[in-house]
């Protein structure tokens, strides 16, 4: 295993600072893979053994993905959007799942274990690597449950959105009326005001790169031009949308 | 799980838990134990002590007493020269001396211990001078029932450097001592120092094995030091000498006589020109003139720091500095005062 400083280190140039979510990170990623039998870095072999759901978007959730490897491109980290400093390690092959929240608690011992640090973040910093796990770390036994959808590997399933055409993937769609719709025609979306658009350079591809920059191979169109384009687009989708519903 | 019941349909259960009694002044202890069958006769009692209910227990597999969770916490606690009774009262265990010595408490431990819920630890201060059989700290587990999980994560903190409550022994040192001041050694005035000096080694069980007087110069100072050290003494004290005058030159004869690690200036009043060092592993502790008139100073917290075996470096002698103002009564009671309960 590689030691701690040397995978803290990395985890901080990957992820741009080292700051006291890093320091957690590192140490939850241990931890987890230590609790669930495997350590780390992971070979890869063991990597395609791990899936971790991380329960917050902050600089830990670098860390932990970092250390163990696992990537959201691979289905091997999934992002759950709790806003909780906790990651749940799941062991595919053992089926062993354990949950590590960063405890509130050493937040307010950081000033105790190290008092001759005043600056709050560096205190945070060194305080976190003296911690015990005990202390940093409260530990759940848990059971994940994992469909055949969630898992790495593949697409199992494709399905098309009823409304407008849009091929959703490994069951993500949900069903209206009996019909799948994918997440935005359903209203389950991050966005709205949807309107397709064309833009400048939209006809550029990295095959031509020498010959056009994206801004010389450009169409250059006036903002009214633009505007009307996506009025054009936006009528014949909602057609479409319509041939769809029939 | 617990089922709340009327006191008097309690007639032949058992009691979950003590039941204190309080007579203001008189009394405090537990008027009923765990387990006490509850007879007719007793409810009159409890319904004076104000228990119109009790608790019927029906534990769960990750449940356990309060009983056992002080137990599993008094374990962990406890480190080398601790002793304590697995016979829980109230739910509470105390934990005592088990010889003479330094009472050490891992204060960051205990910190982070008393910051799980529902379990909690007092102690008497870190660095207090404790006899054998003293109370020390105690500890409870403060509901009724807890989840094992929890006083088990409480306990691996407890535990995680050998118990977060100890006495050390205080060796016995022999002790050499110097006292500089040309003052003195030409007999202008009578040394006060030797005689306070050695009364607080003897009280902590050490020896003096000898003292030297000498005149404000650095080579003769350092000579003293010299020839205590060659004489086999392990424990070096110095008097006088520690100031900022023209004349004060104990410390560089103290650098002189082969001290490599020397700290200057402690964050205490009396004490702020106080020096420890070490020749080796022989301490010297530089004592400053205040020592002739306060009874209590630096020395008194840091001697028996140094017989406990503790290395006593810049940070030792800089976060004493909270507390460490002496408020001079006219009656002075240490240790029972807060001159040097810092940390």
């Known amino acids: 295993m590689q030691s701690f400083e040397t995978l803290l280190n990395e985890s901080a140039q990957a992820h741009g600072h080292l700051c006291p979510g890093q320091v957690v990170g590192v140490r939850m990623a241990i931890l987890g893979c230590r609790l669930i039998g495997l350590s780390v870095p992971l070979g890869k072999d063991n990597l395609k053994k ?30 759950m959007d709790y806003g909780i400093m906790a990651a749940t390690f799941v062991n595919l092959d053992s089926g062993q799942a354990f949950r590590i929240i960063s405890t509130e608690d050493s937040r307010d011992l950081a000033s105790v274990y190290v008092p001759d640090i005043s600056e709050k973040g560096n205190r945070q910093r060194e305080a976190y690597k003296r911690m015990p796990d005990s202390v940093l770390f409260k530990v759940q036994k848990v059971h994940v449950k994992l469909n055949e959808y969630d898992l790495p590997g593949p697409t199992r399933c494709k399905s098309v959105c009823s409304r407008c055409g849009q091929v959703v ?78 | 799980m617990i089922t709340k019941i009327n006191v008097e349909d309690a007639v032949g259960t058992r009691l979950a838990h003590d039941i204190t009694e309080i007579r203001p002044g008189i009394f405090k202890g537990p008027a009923f134990r765990k387990g006490h069958e509850v007879c007719q006769e007793d409810i009159c009692h409890l319904q004076k002590l104000g228990k119109n209910h009790l608790y019927l227990i029906d534990l769960e597999m990750d449940e356990i007493h309060e009983n056992q969770a002080a137990a599993i916490l008094a374990r962990a606690l406890a480190g080398s020269g601790i002793e304590w009774q697995d016979s829980p009262r109230e739910g509470k265990i105390s934990l005592y001396a088990a010889m003479d010595g330094l009472l050490t408490v891992d204060t960051t431990s205990l910190a982070a211990f008393n910051m799980i819920d529902e379990v909690m630890c007092a102690t008497l201060h870190t660095h207090t001078l404790v006899r054998k059989g003293d109370q020390v700290a105690a500890t409870r587990a403060i509901p009724l029932v807890m989840k094992r999980s929890q006083v088990e994560r409480a306990a691996a903190i407890a535990a995680q450097n050998g118990g977060i409550i100890s006495v050390k022994t205080l060796r016995k040192a022999k002790a050499g001592m ?108 530089g004592v400053p003139a205040c020592g002739l008139h306060h009874r209590i100073t630096i020395l008194d917290l840091i001697l028996p720091r ?38």
């Not at chain 1, 791990?50 to 992002?79: N, P, Q």
């Not at chain 2, 410390?251 to 002189?256: E, G, L």
């Not at chain 2, 402690?266 to 022989?282: K, R, S, V």
Request: net charge negative.
């Open chain 2, 306 to 343: 140094i017989l406990a075996g503790e290395r006593i470096g810049k940070k030792e002698l800089a976060f004493i500095g909270h507390g460490g103002l002496c408020k001079d009564c006219p009656a002075c009671h240490y240790p029972h005062c807060p001159f040097g309960k810092n940390i």
């Open chain 1, 169 to 246: 993937r490994d069951r993500r769609e949900v069903i209206v009326d009996d019909k799948p719709v994918c997440r935005p025609c359903s209203q389950q979306s991050y966005f709205d005001h949807a309107r397709e658009v064309c833009w400048p350079g939209m006809n550029w591809s990295p095959q031509l790169e020498g010959d056009n920059s994206p801004g010389e191979a450009s169409v250059k169109l006036h903002p009214e031009e633009i505007l009307r384009e996506h009025h054009n687009i936006n009528d014949s989708r909602k057609r479409d949308c319509l041939d769809y519903k029939n």
């Open chain 1, 50 to 79: 791990l899936i971790v759901y991380v329960e917050m978007d902050r600089c830990t959730a670098d860390a932990v993905a970092h250390v163990t490897g696992v990537r959201l491109g691979r289905r091997s980290l999934k992002f």
């Open chain 2, 178 to 285: 110097v006292i500089t001041g040309s003052e003195v050694f030409h007999g202008l005035v009578e040394d006060k120092f030797a005689p306070i000096l050695s009364a607080k080694i003897l009280e902590l069980g050490s020896a003096v094995s000898g003292v030297v007087f000498a005149p404000d110069d650095e080579n003769v100072i350092a000579g003293a030091i010299r020839s205590h050290l060659e004489k086999g003494c392990d424990l070096l004290l110095l008097s006088g000498g520690m100031s900022v005058d023209p004349d004060d030159v104990t410390r560089k004869a103290i650098r002189m006589a082969g001290a490599e690690e020397i700290h200057y200036g402690a964050a205490a009043l009396p004490g702020a020109m106080f020096l420890a060092a070490y020749i080796g592993e022989i301490p010297v502790l």
